[in-house]
């Protein structure tokens, strides 16, 4: 089978050379859409750098009517602006830049739901800013259902809906005699989230919190209950319990299934080669190009890429995590209204823009 290929190779090549003598253009041409054509296929669009690019941002934060105290940069002073004027560019393609109207007429009369915690909150507020900012005239309804633990967006003109369901480890917490108890293997609000035509999970940041941060009394693992369990083990049982979800209850031929990557923070600058350094408040520019990032990936996202690589059904990774490590300069740190130290969410407009036009290309693929 080899030399076949091998043989009919030598023939095309010696076609298009015949054809180059007499059109000296014509191979050329050829030569670059086959060249192109191979990028596409062998592009990784999460492996690339940050490069300085003055047509950035992709919208005026000050015109976004959406944007929540904790990520309104620009609102609550940020002085400098060059965090705002960095595109990610992968290594072998390009990203296709935002094209917000047709993002809502591709995907007219649908429903997208962002699910997860308030990095799904930072997602989906950025999206729907991309989308103001391209229809900045059209009917839009902004409500809040089920008790607040879904937020909508609609744009009437286009019947789309951009939606976000609070849920801060995806399983659920149940409040019972003993105390809140959370049920690494059950997942109800599943029933909420399969009819969806997009869905954009997300859960980590609250697994380790401790104290009054944390969330449930017990923990309840195939029936067994108890006051704690090694945090990494319970995310990998909770995700695997969501991995089940996906395989049995959603159709994944109406509906496209997508995991939000792990979100760094930077509040060690020993992570990026700055001892002494405990916050990102005077971070500007991001960590040195394109160089990987000296601690690597969290173990957090090996366990991601495990249980989704165990899915039946298609699962795409918006693996963000490694090309947001890079960006110690994007975080609101003292610029909310709440002028507390933020290193964990992202200034909007900002690093989540980015996220938005990786989640554009993956389901326009």
């Known amino acids: 089978m080899g030399s076949i290929q091998a043989i009919s190779f030598v023939i095309f090549s010696c076609i298009c050379l015949a054809t180059a003598n007499a059109n000296g253009n014509s191979f050329q041409r050829k030569k670059s859409s086959f060249e192109r054509k191979k990028q596409e296929m062998d592009c990784n669009m999460y492996q690339g750098k940050w490069v ?3 047509s950035y941002p992709l919208y005026n934060s000050t015109d976004c009517p959406f944007i929540r105290k904790e990520f309104d940069c620009l609102k609550y002073g940020r002085p400098d602006h060059l965090y705002l004027k960095y595109r990610w560019q992968p290594t072998n393609c390009h990203l296709p830049r935002f094209n917000g ?13 962002f699910i997860g915690d308030s990095l799904s909150l930072n997602i989906w507020q950025s999206l729907i800013c991309m989308l103001h900012a391209a229809v900045p005239n059209s009917r839009i309804i902004k409500q809040g259902l089920n008790n607040n633990t879904i937020s909508a967006v609609t744009f009437q003109d286009y019947k789309i809906s951009v ?19 959370l049920k690494l293997n059950s997942m109800r609000n599943g029933d909420h989230w399969k009819n969806n035509d997009v869905l ?20 309840n693992d195939e029936g067994r209950i108890t006051k ?33 990557g792990i979100s760094p923070s930077h509040y060690n600058g020993t992570e990026w080669n700055e001892p002494g350094v405990r916050n990102c408040f005077k971070e500007m520019e991001p960590f040195n190009g394109s160089a990987a990032y000296p601690v690597g990936l969290p173990e957090a996202a090996y366990v991601v890429k495990d249980v989704i690589s165990n899915i039946k059904k ?3 990774l918006l693996d963000i ?29 900002g690093l989540t823009d980015t996220w938005n036009q990786l989640l554009y290309a993956a389901l326009l693929s």
């Open 52 to 54: 300085y690019d003055d």
């Open 101 to 113: 109207e047709y993002f809502l007429k591709r995907f007219k009369g649908k429903k997208i739901m």
């Open 163 to 181: 939606m976000l369901f609070h849920s801060l480890y995806l399983v659920d917490v149940d409040e019972e005699r003993i105390g809140r108890v």
């Open 200 to 219: 954009v999970f997300n859960t980590w940041l609250w697994w380790y919190r401790r104290g009054l941060k944390q969330q449930w009394d017990y923990v």
């Open 228 to 260: 704690d369990i090694d945090r990494m083990t319970a995310f990998r049982t909770a995700l695997t319990t969501w991995a089940k979800w996906v395989d049995s209850d959603v159709d994944t031929n109406r509906t496209k299934v997508i995991f939000q």
């Open 314 to 316: 298609p699962v795409h």
């Open 321 to 349: 995590t490694a090309l947001s490590q890079l960006r110690k300069d994007a975080h609101p740190s003292s610029y909310n209204a709440f002028k507390g130290m933020d290193c964990t969410h992202w200034c909007v407009a």
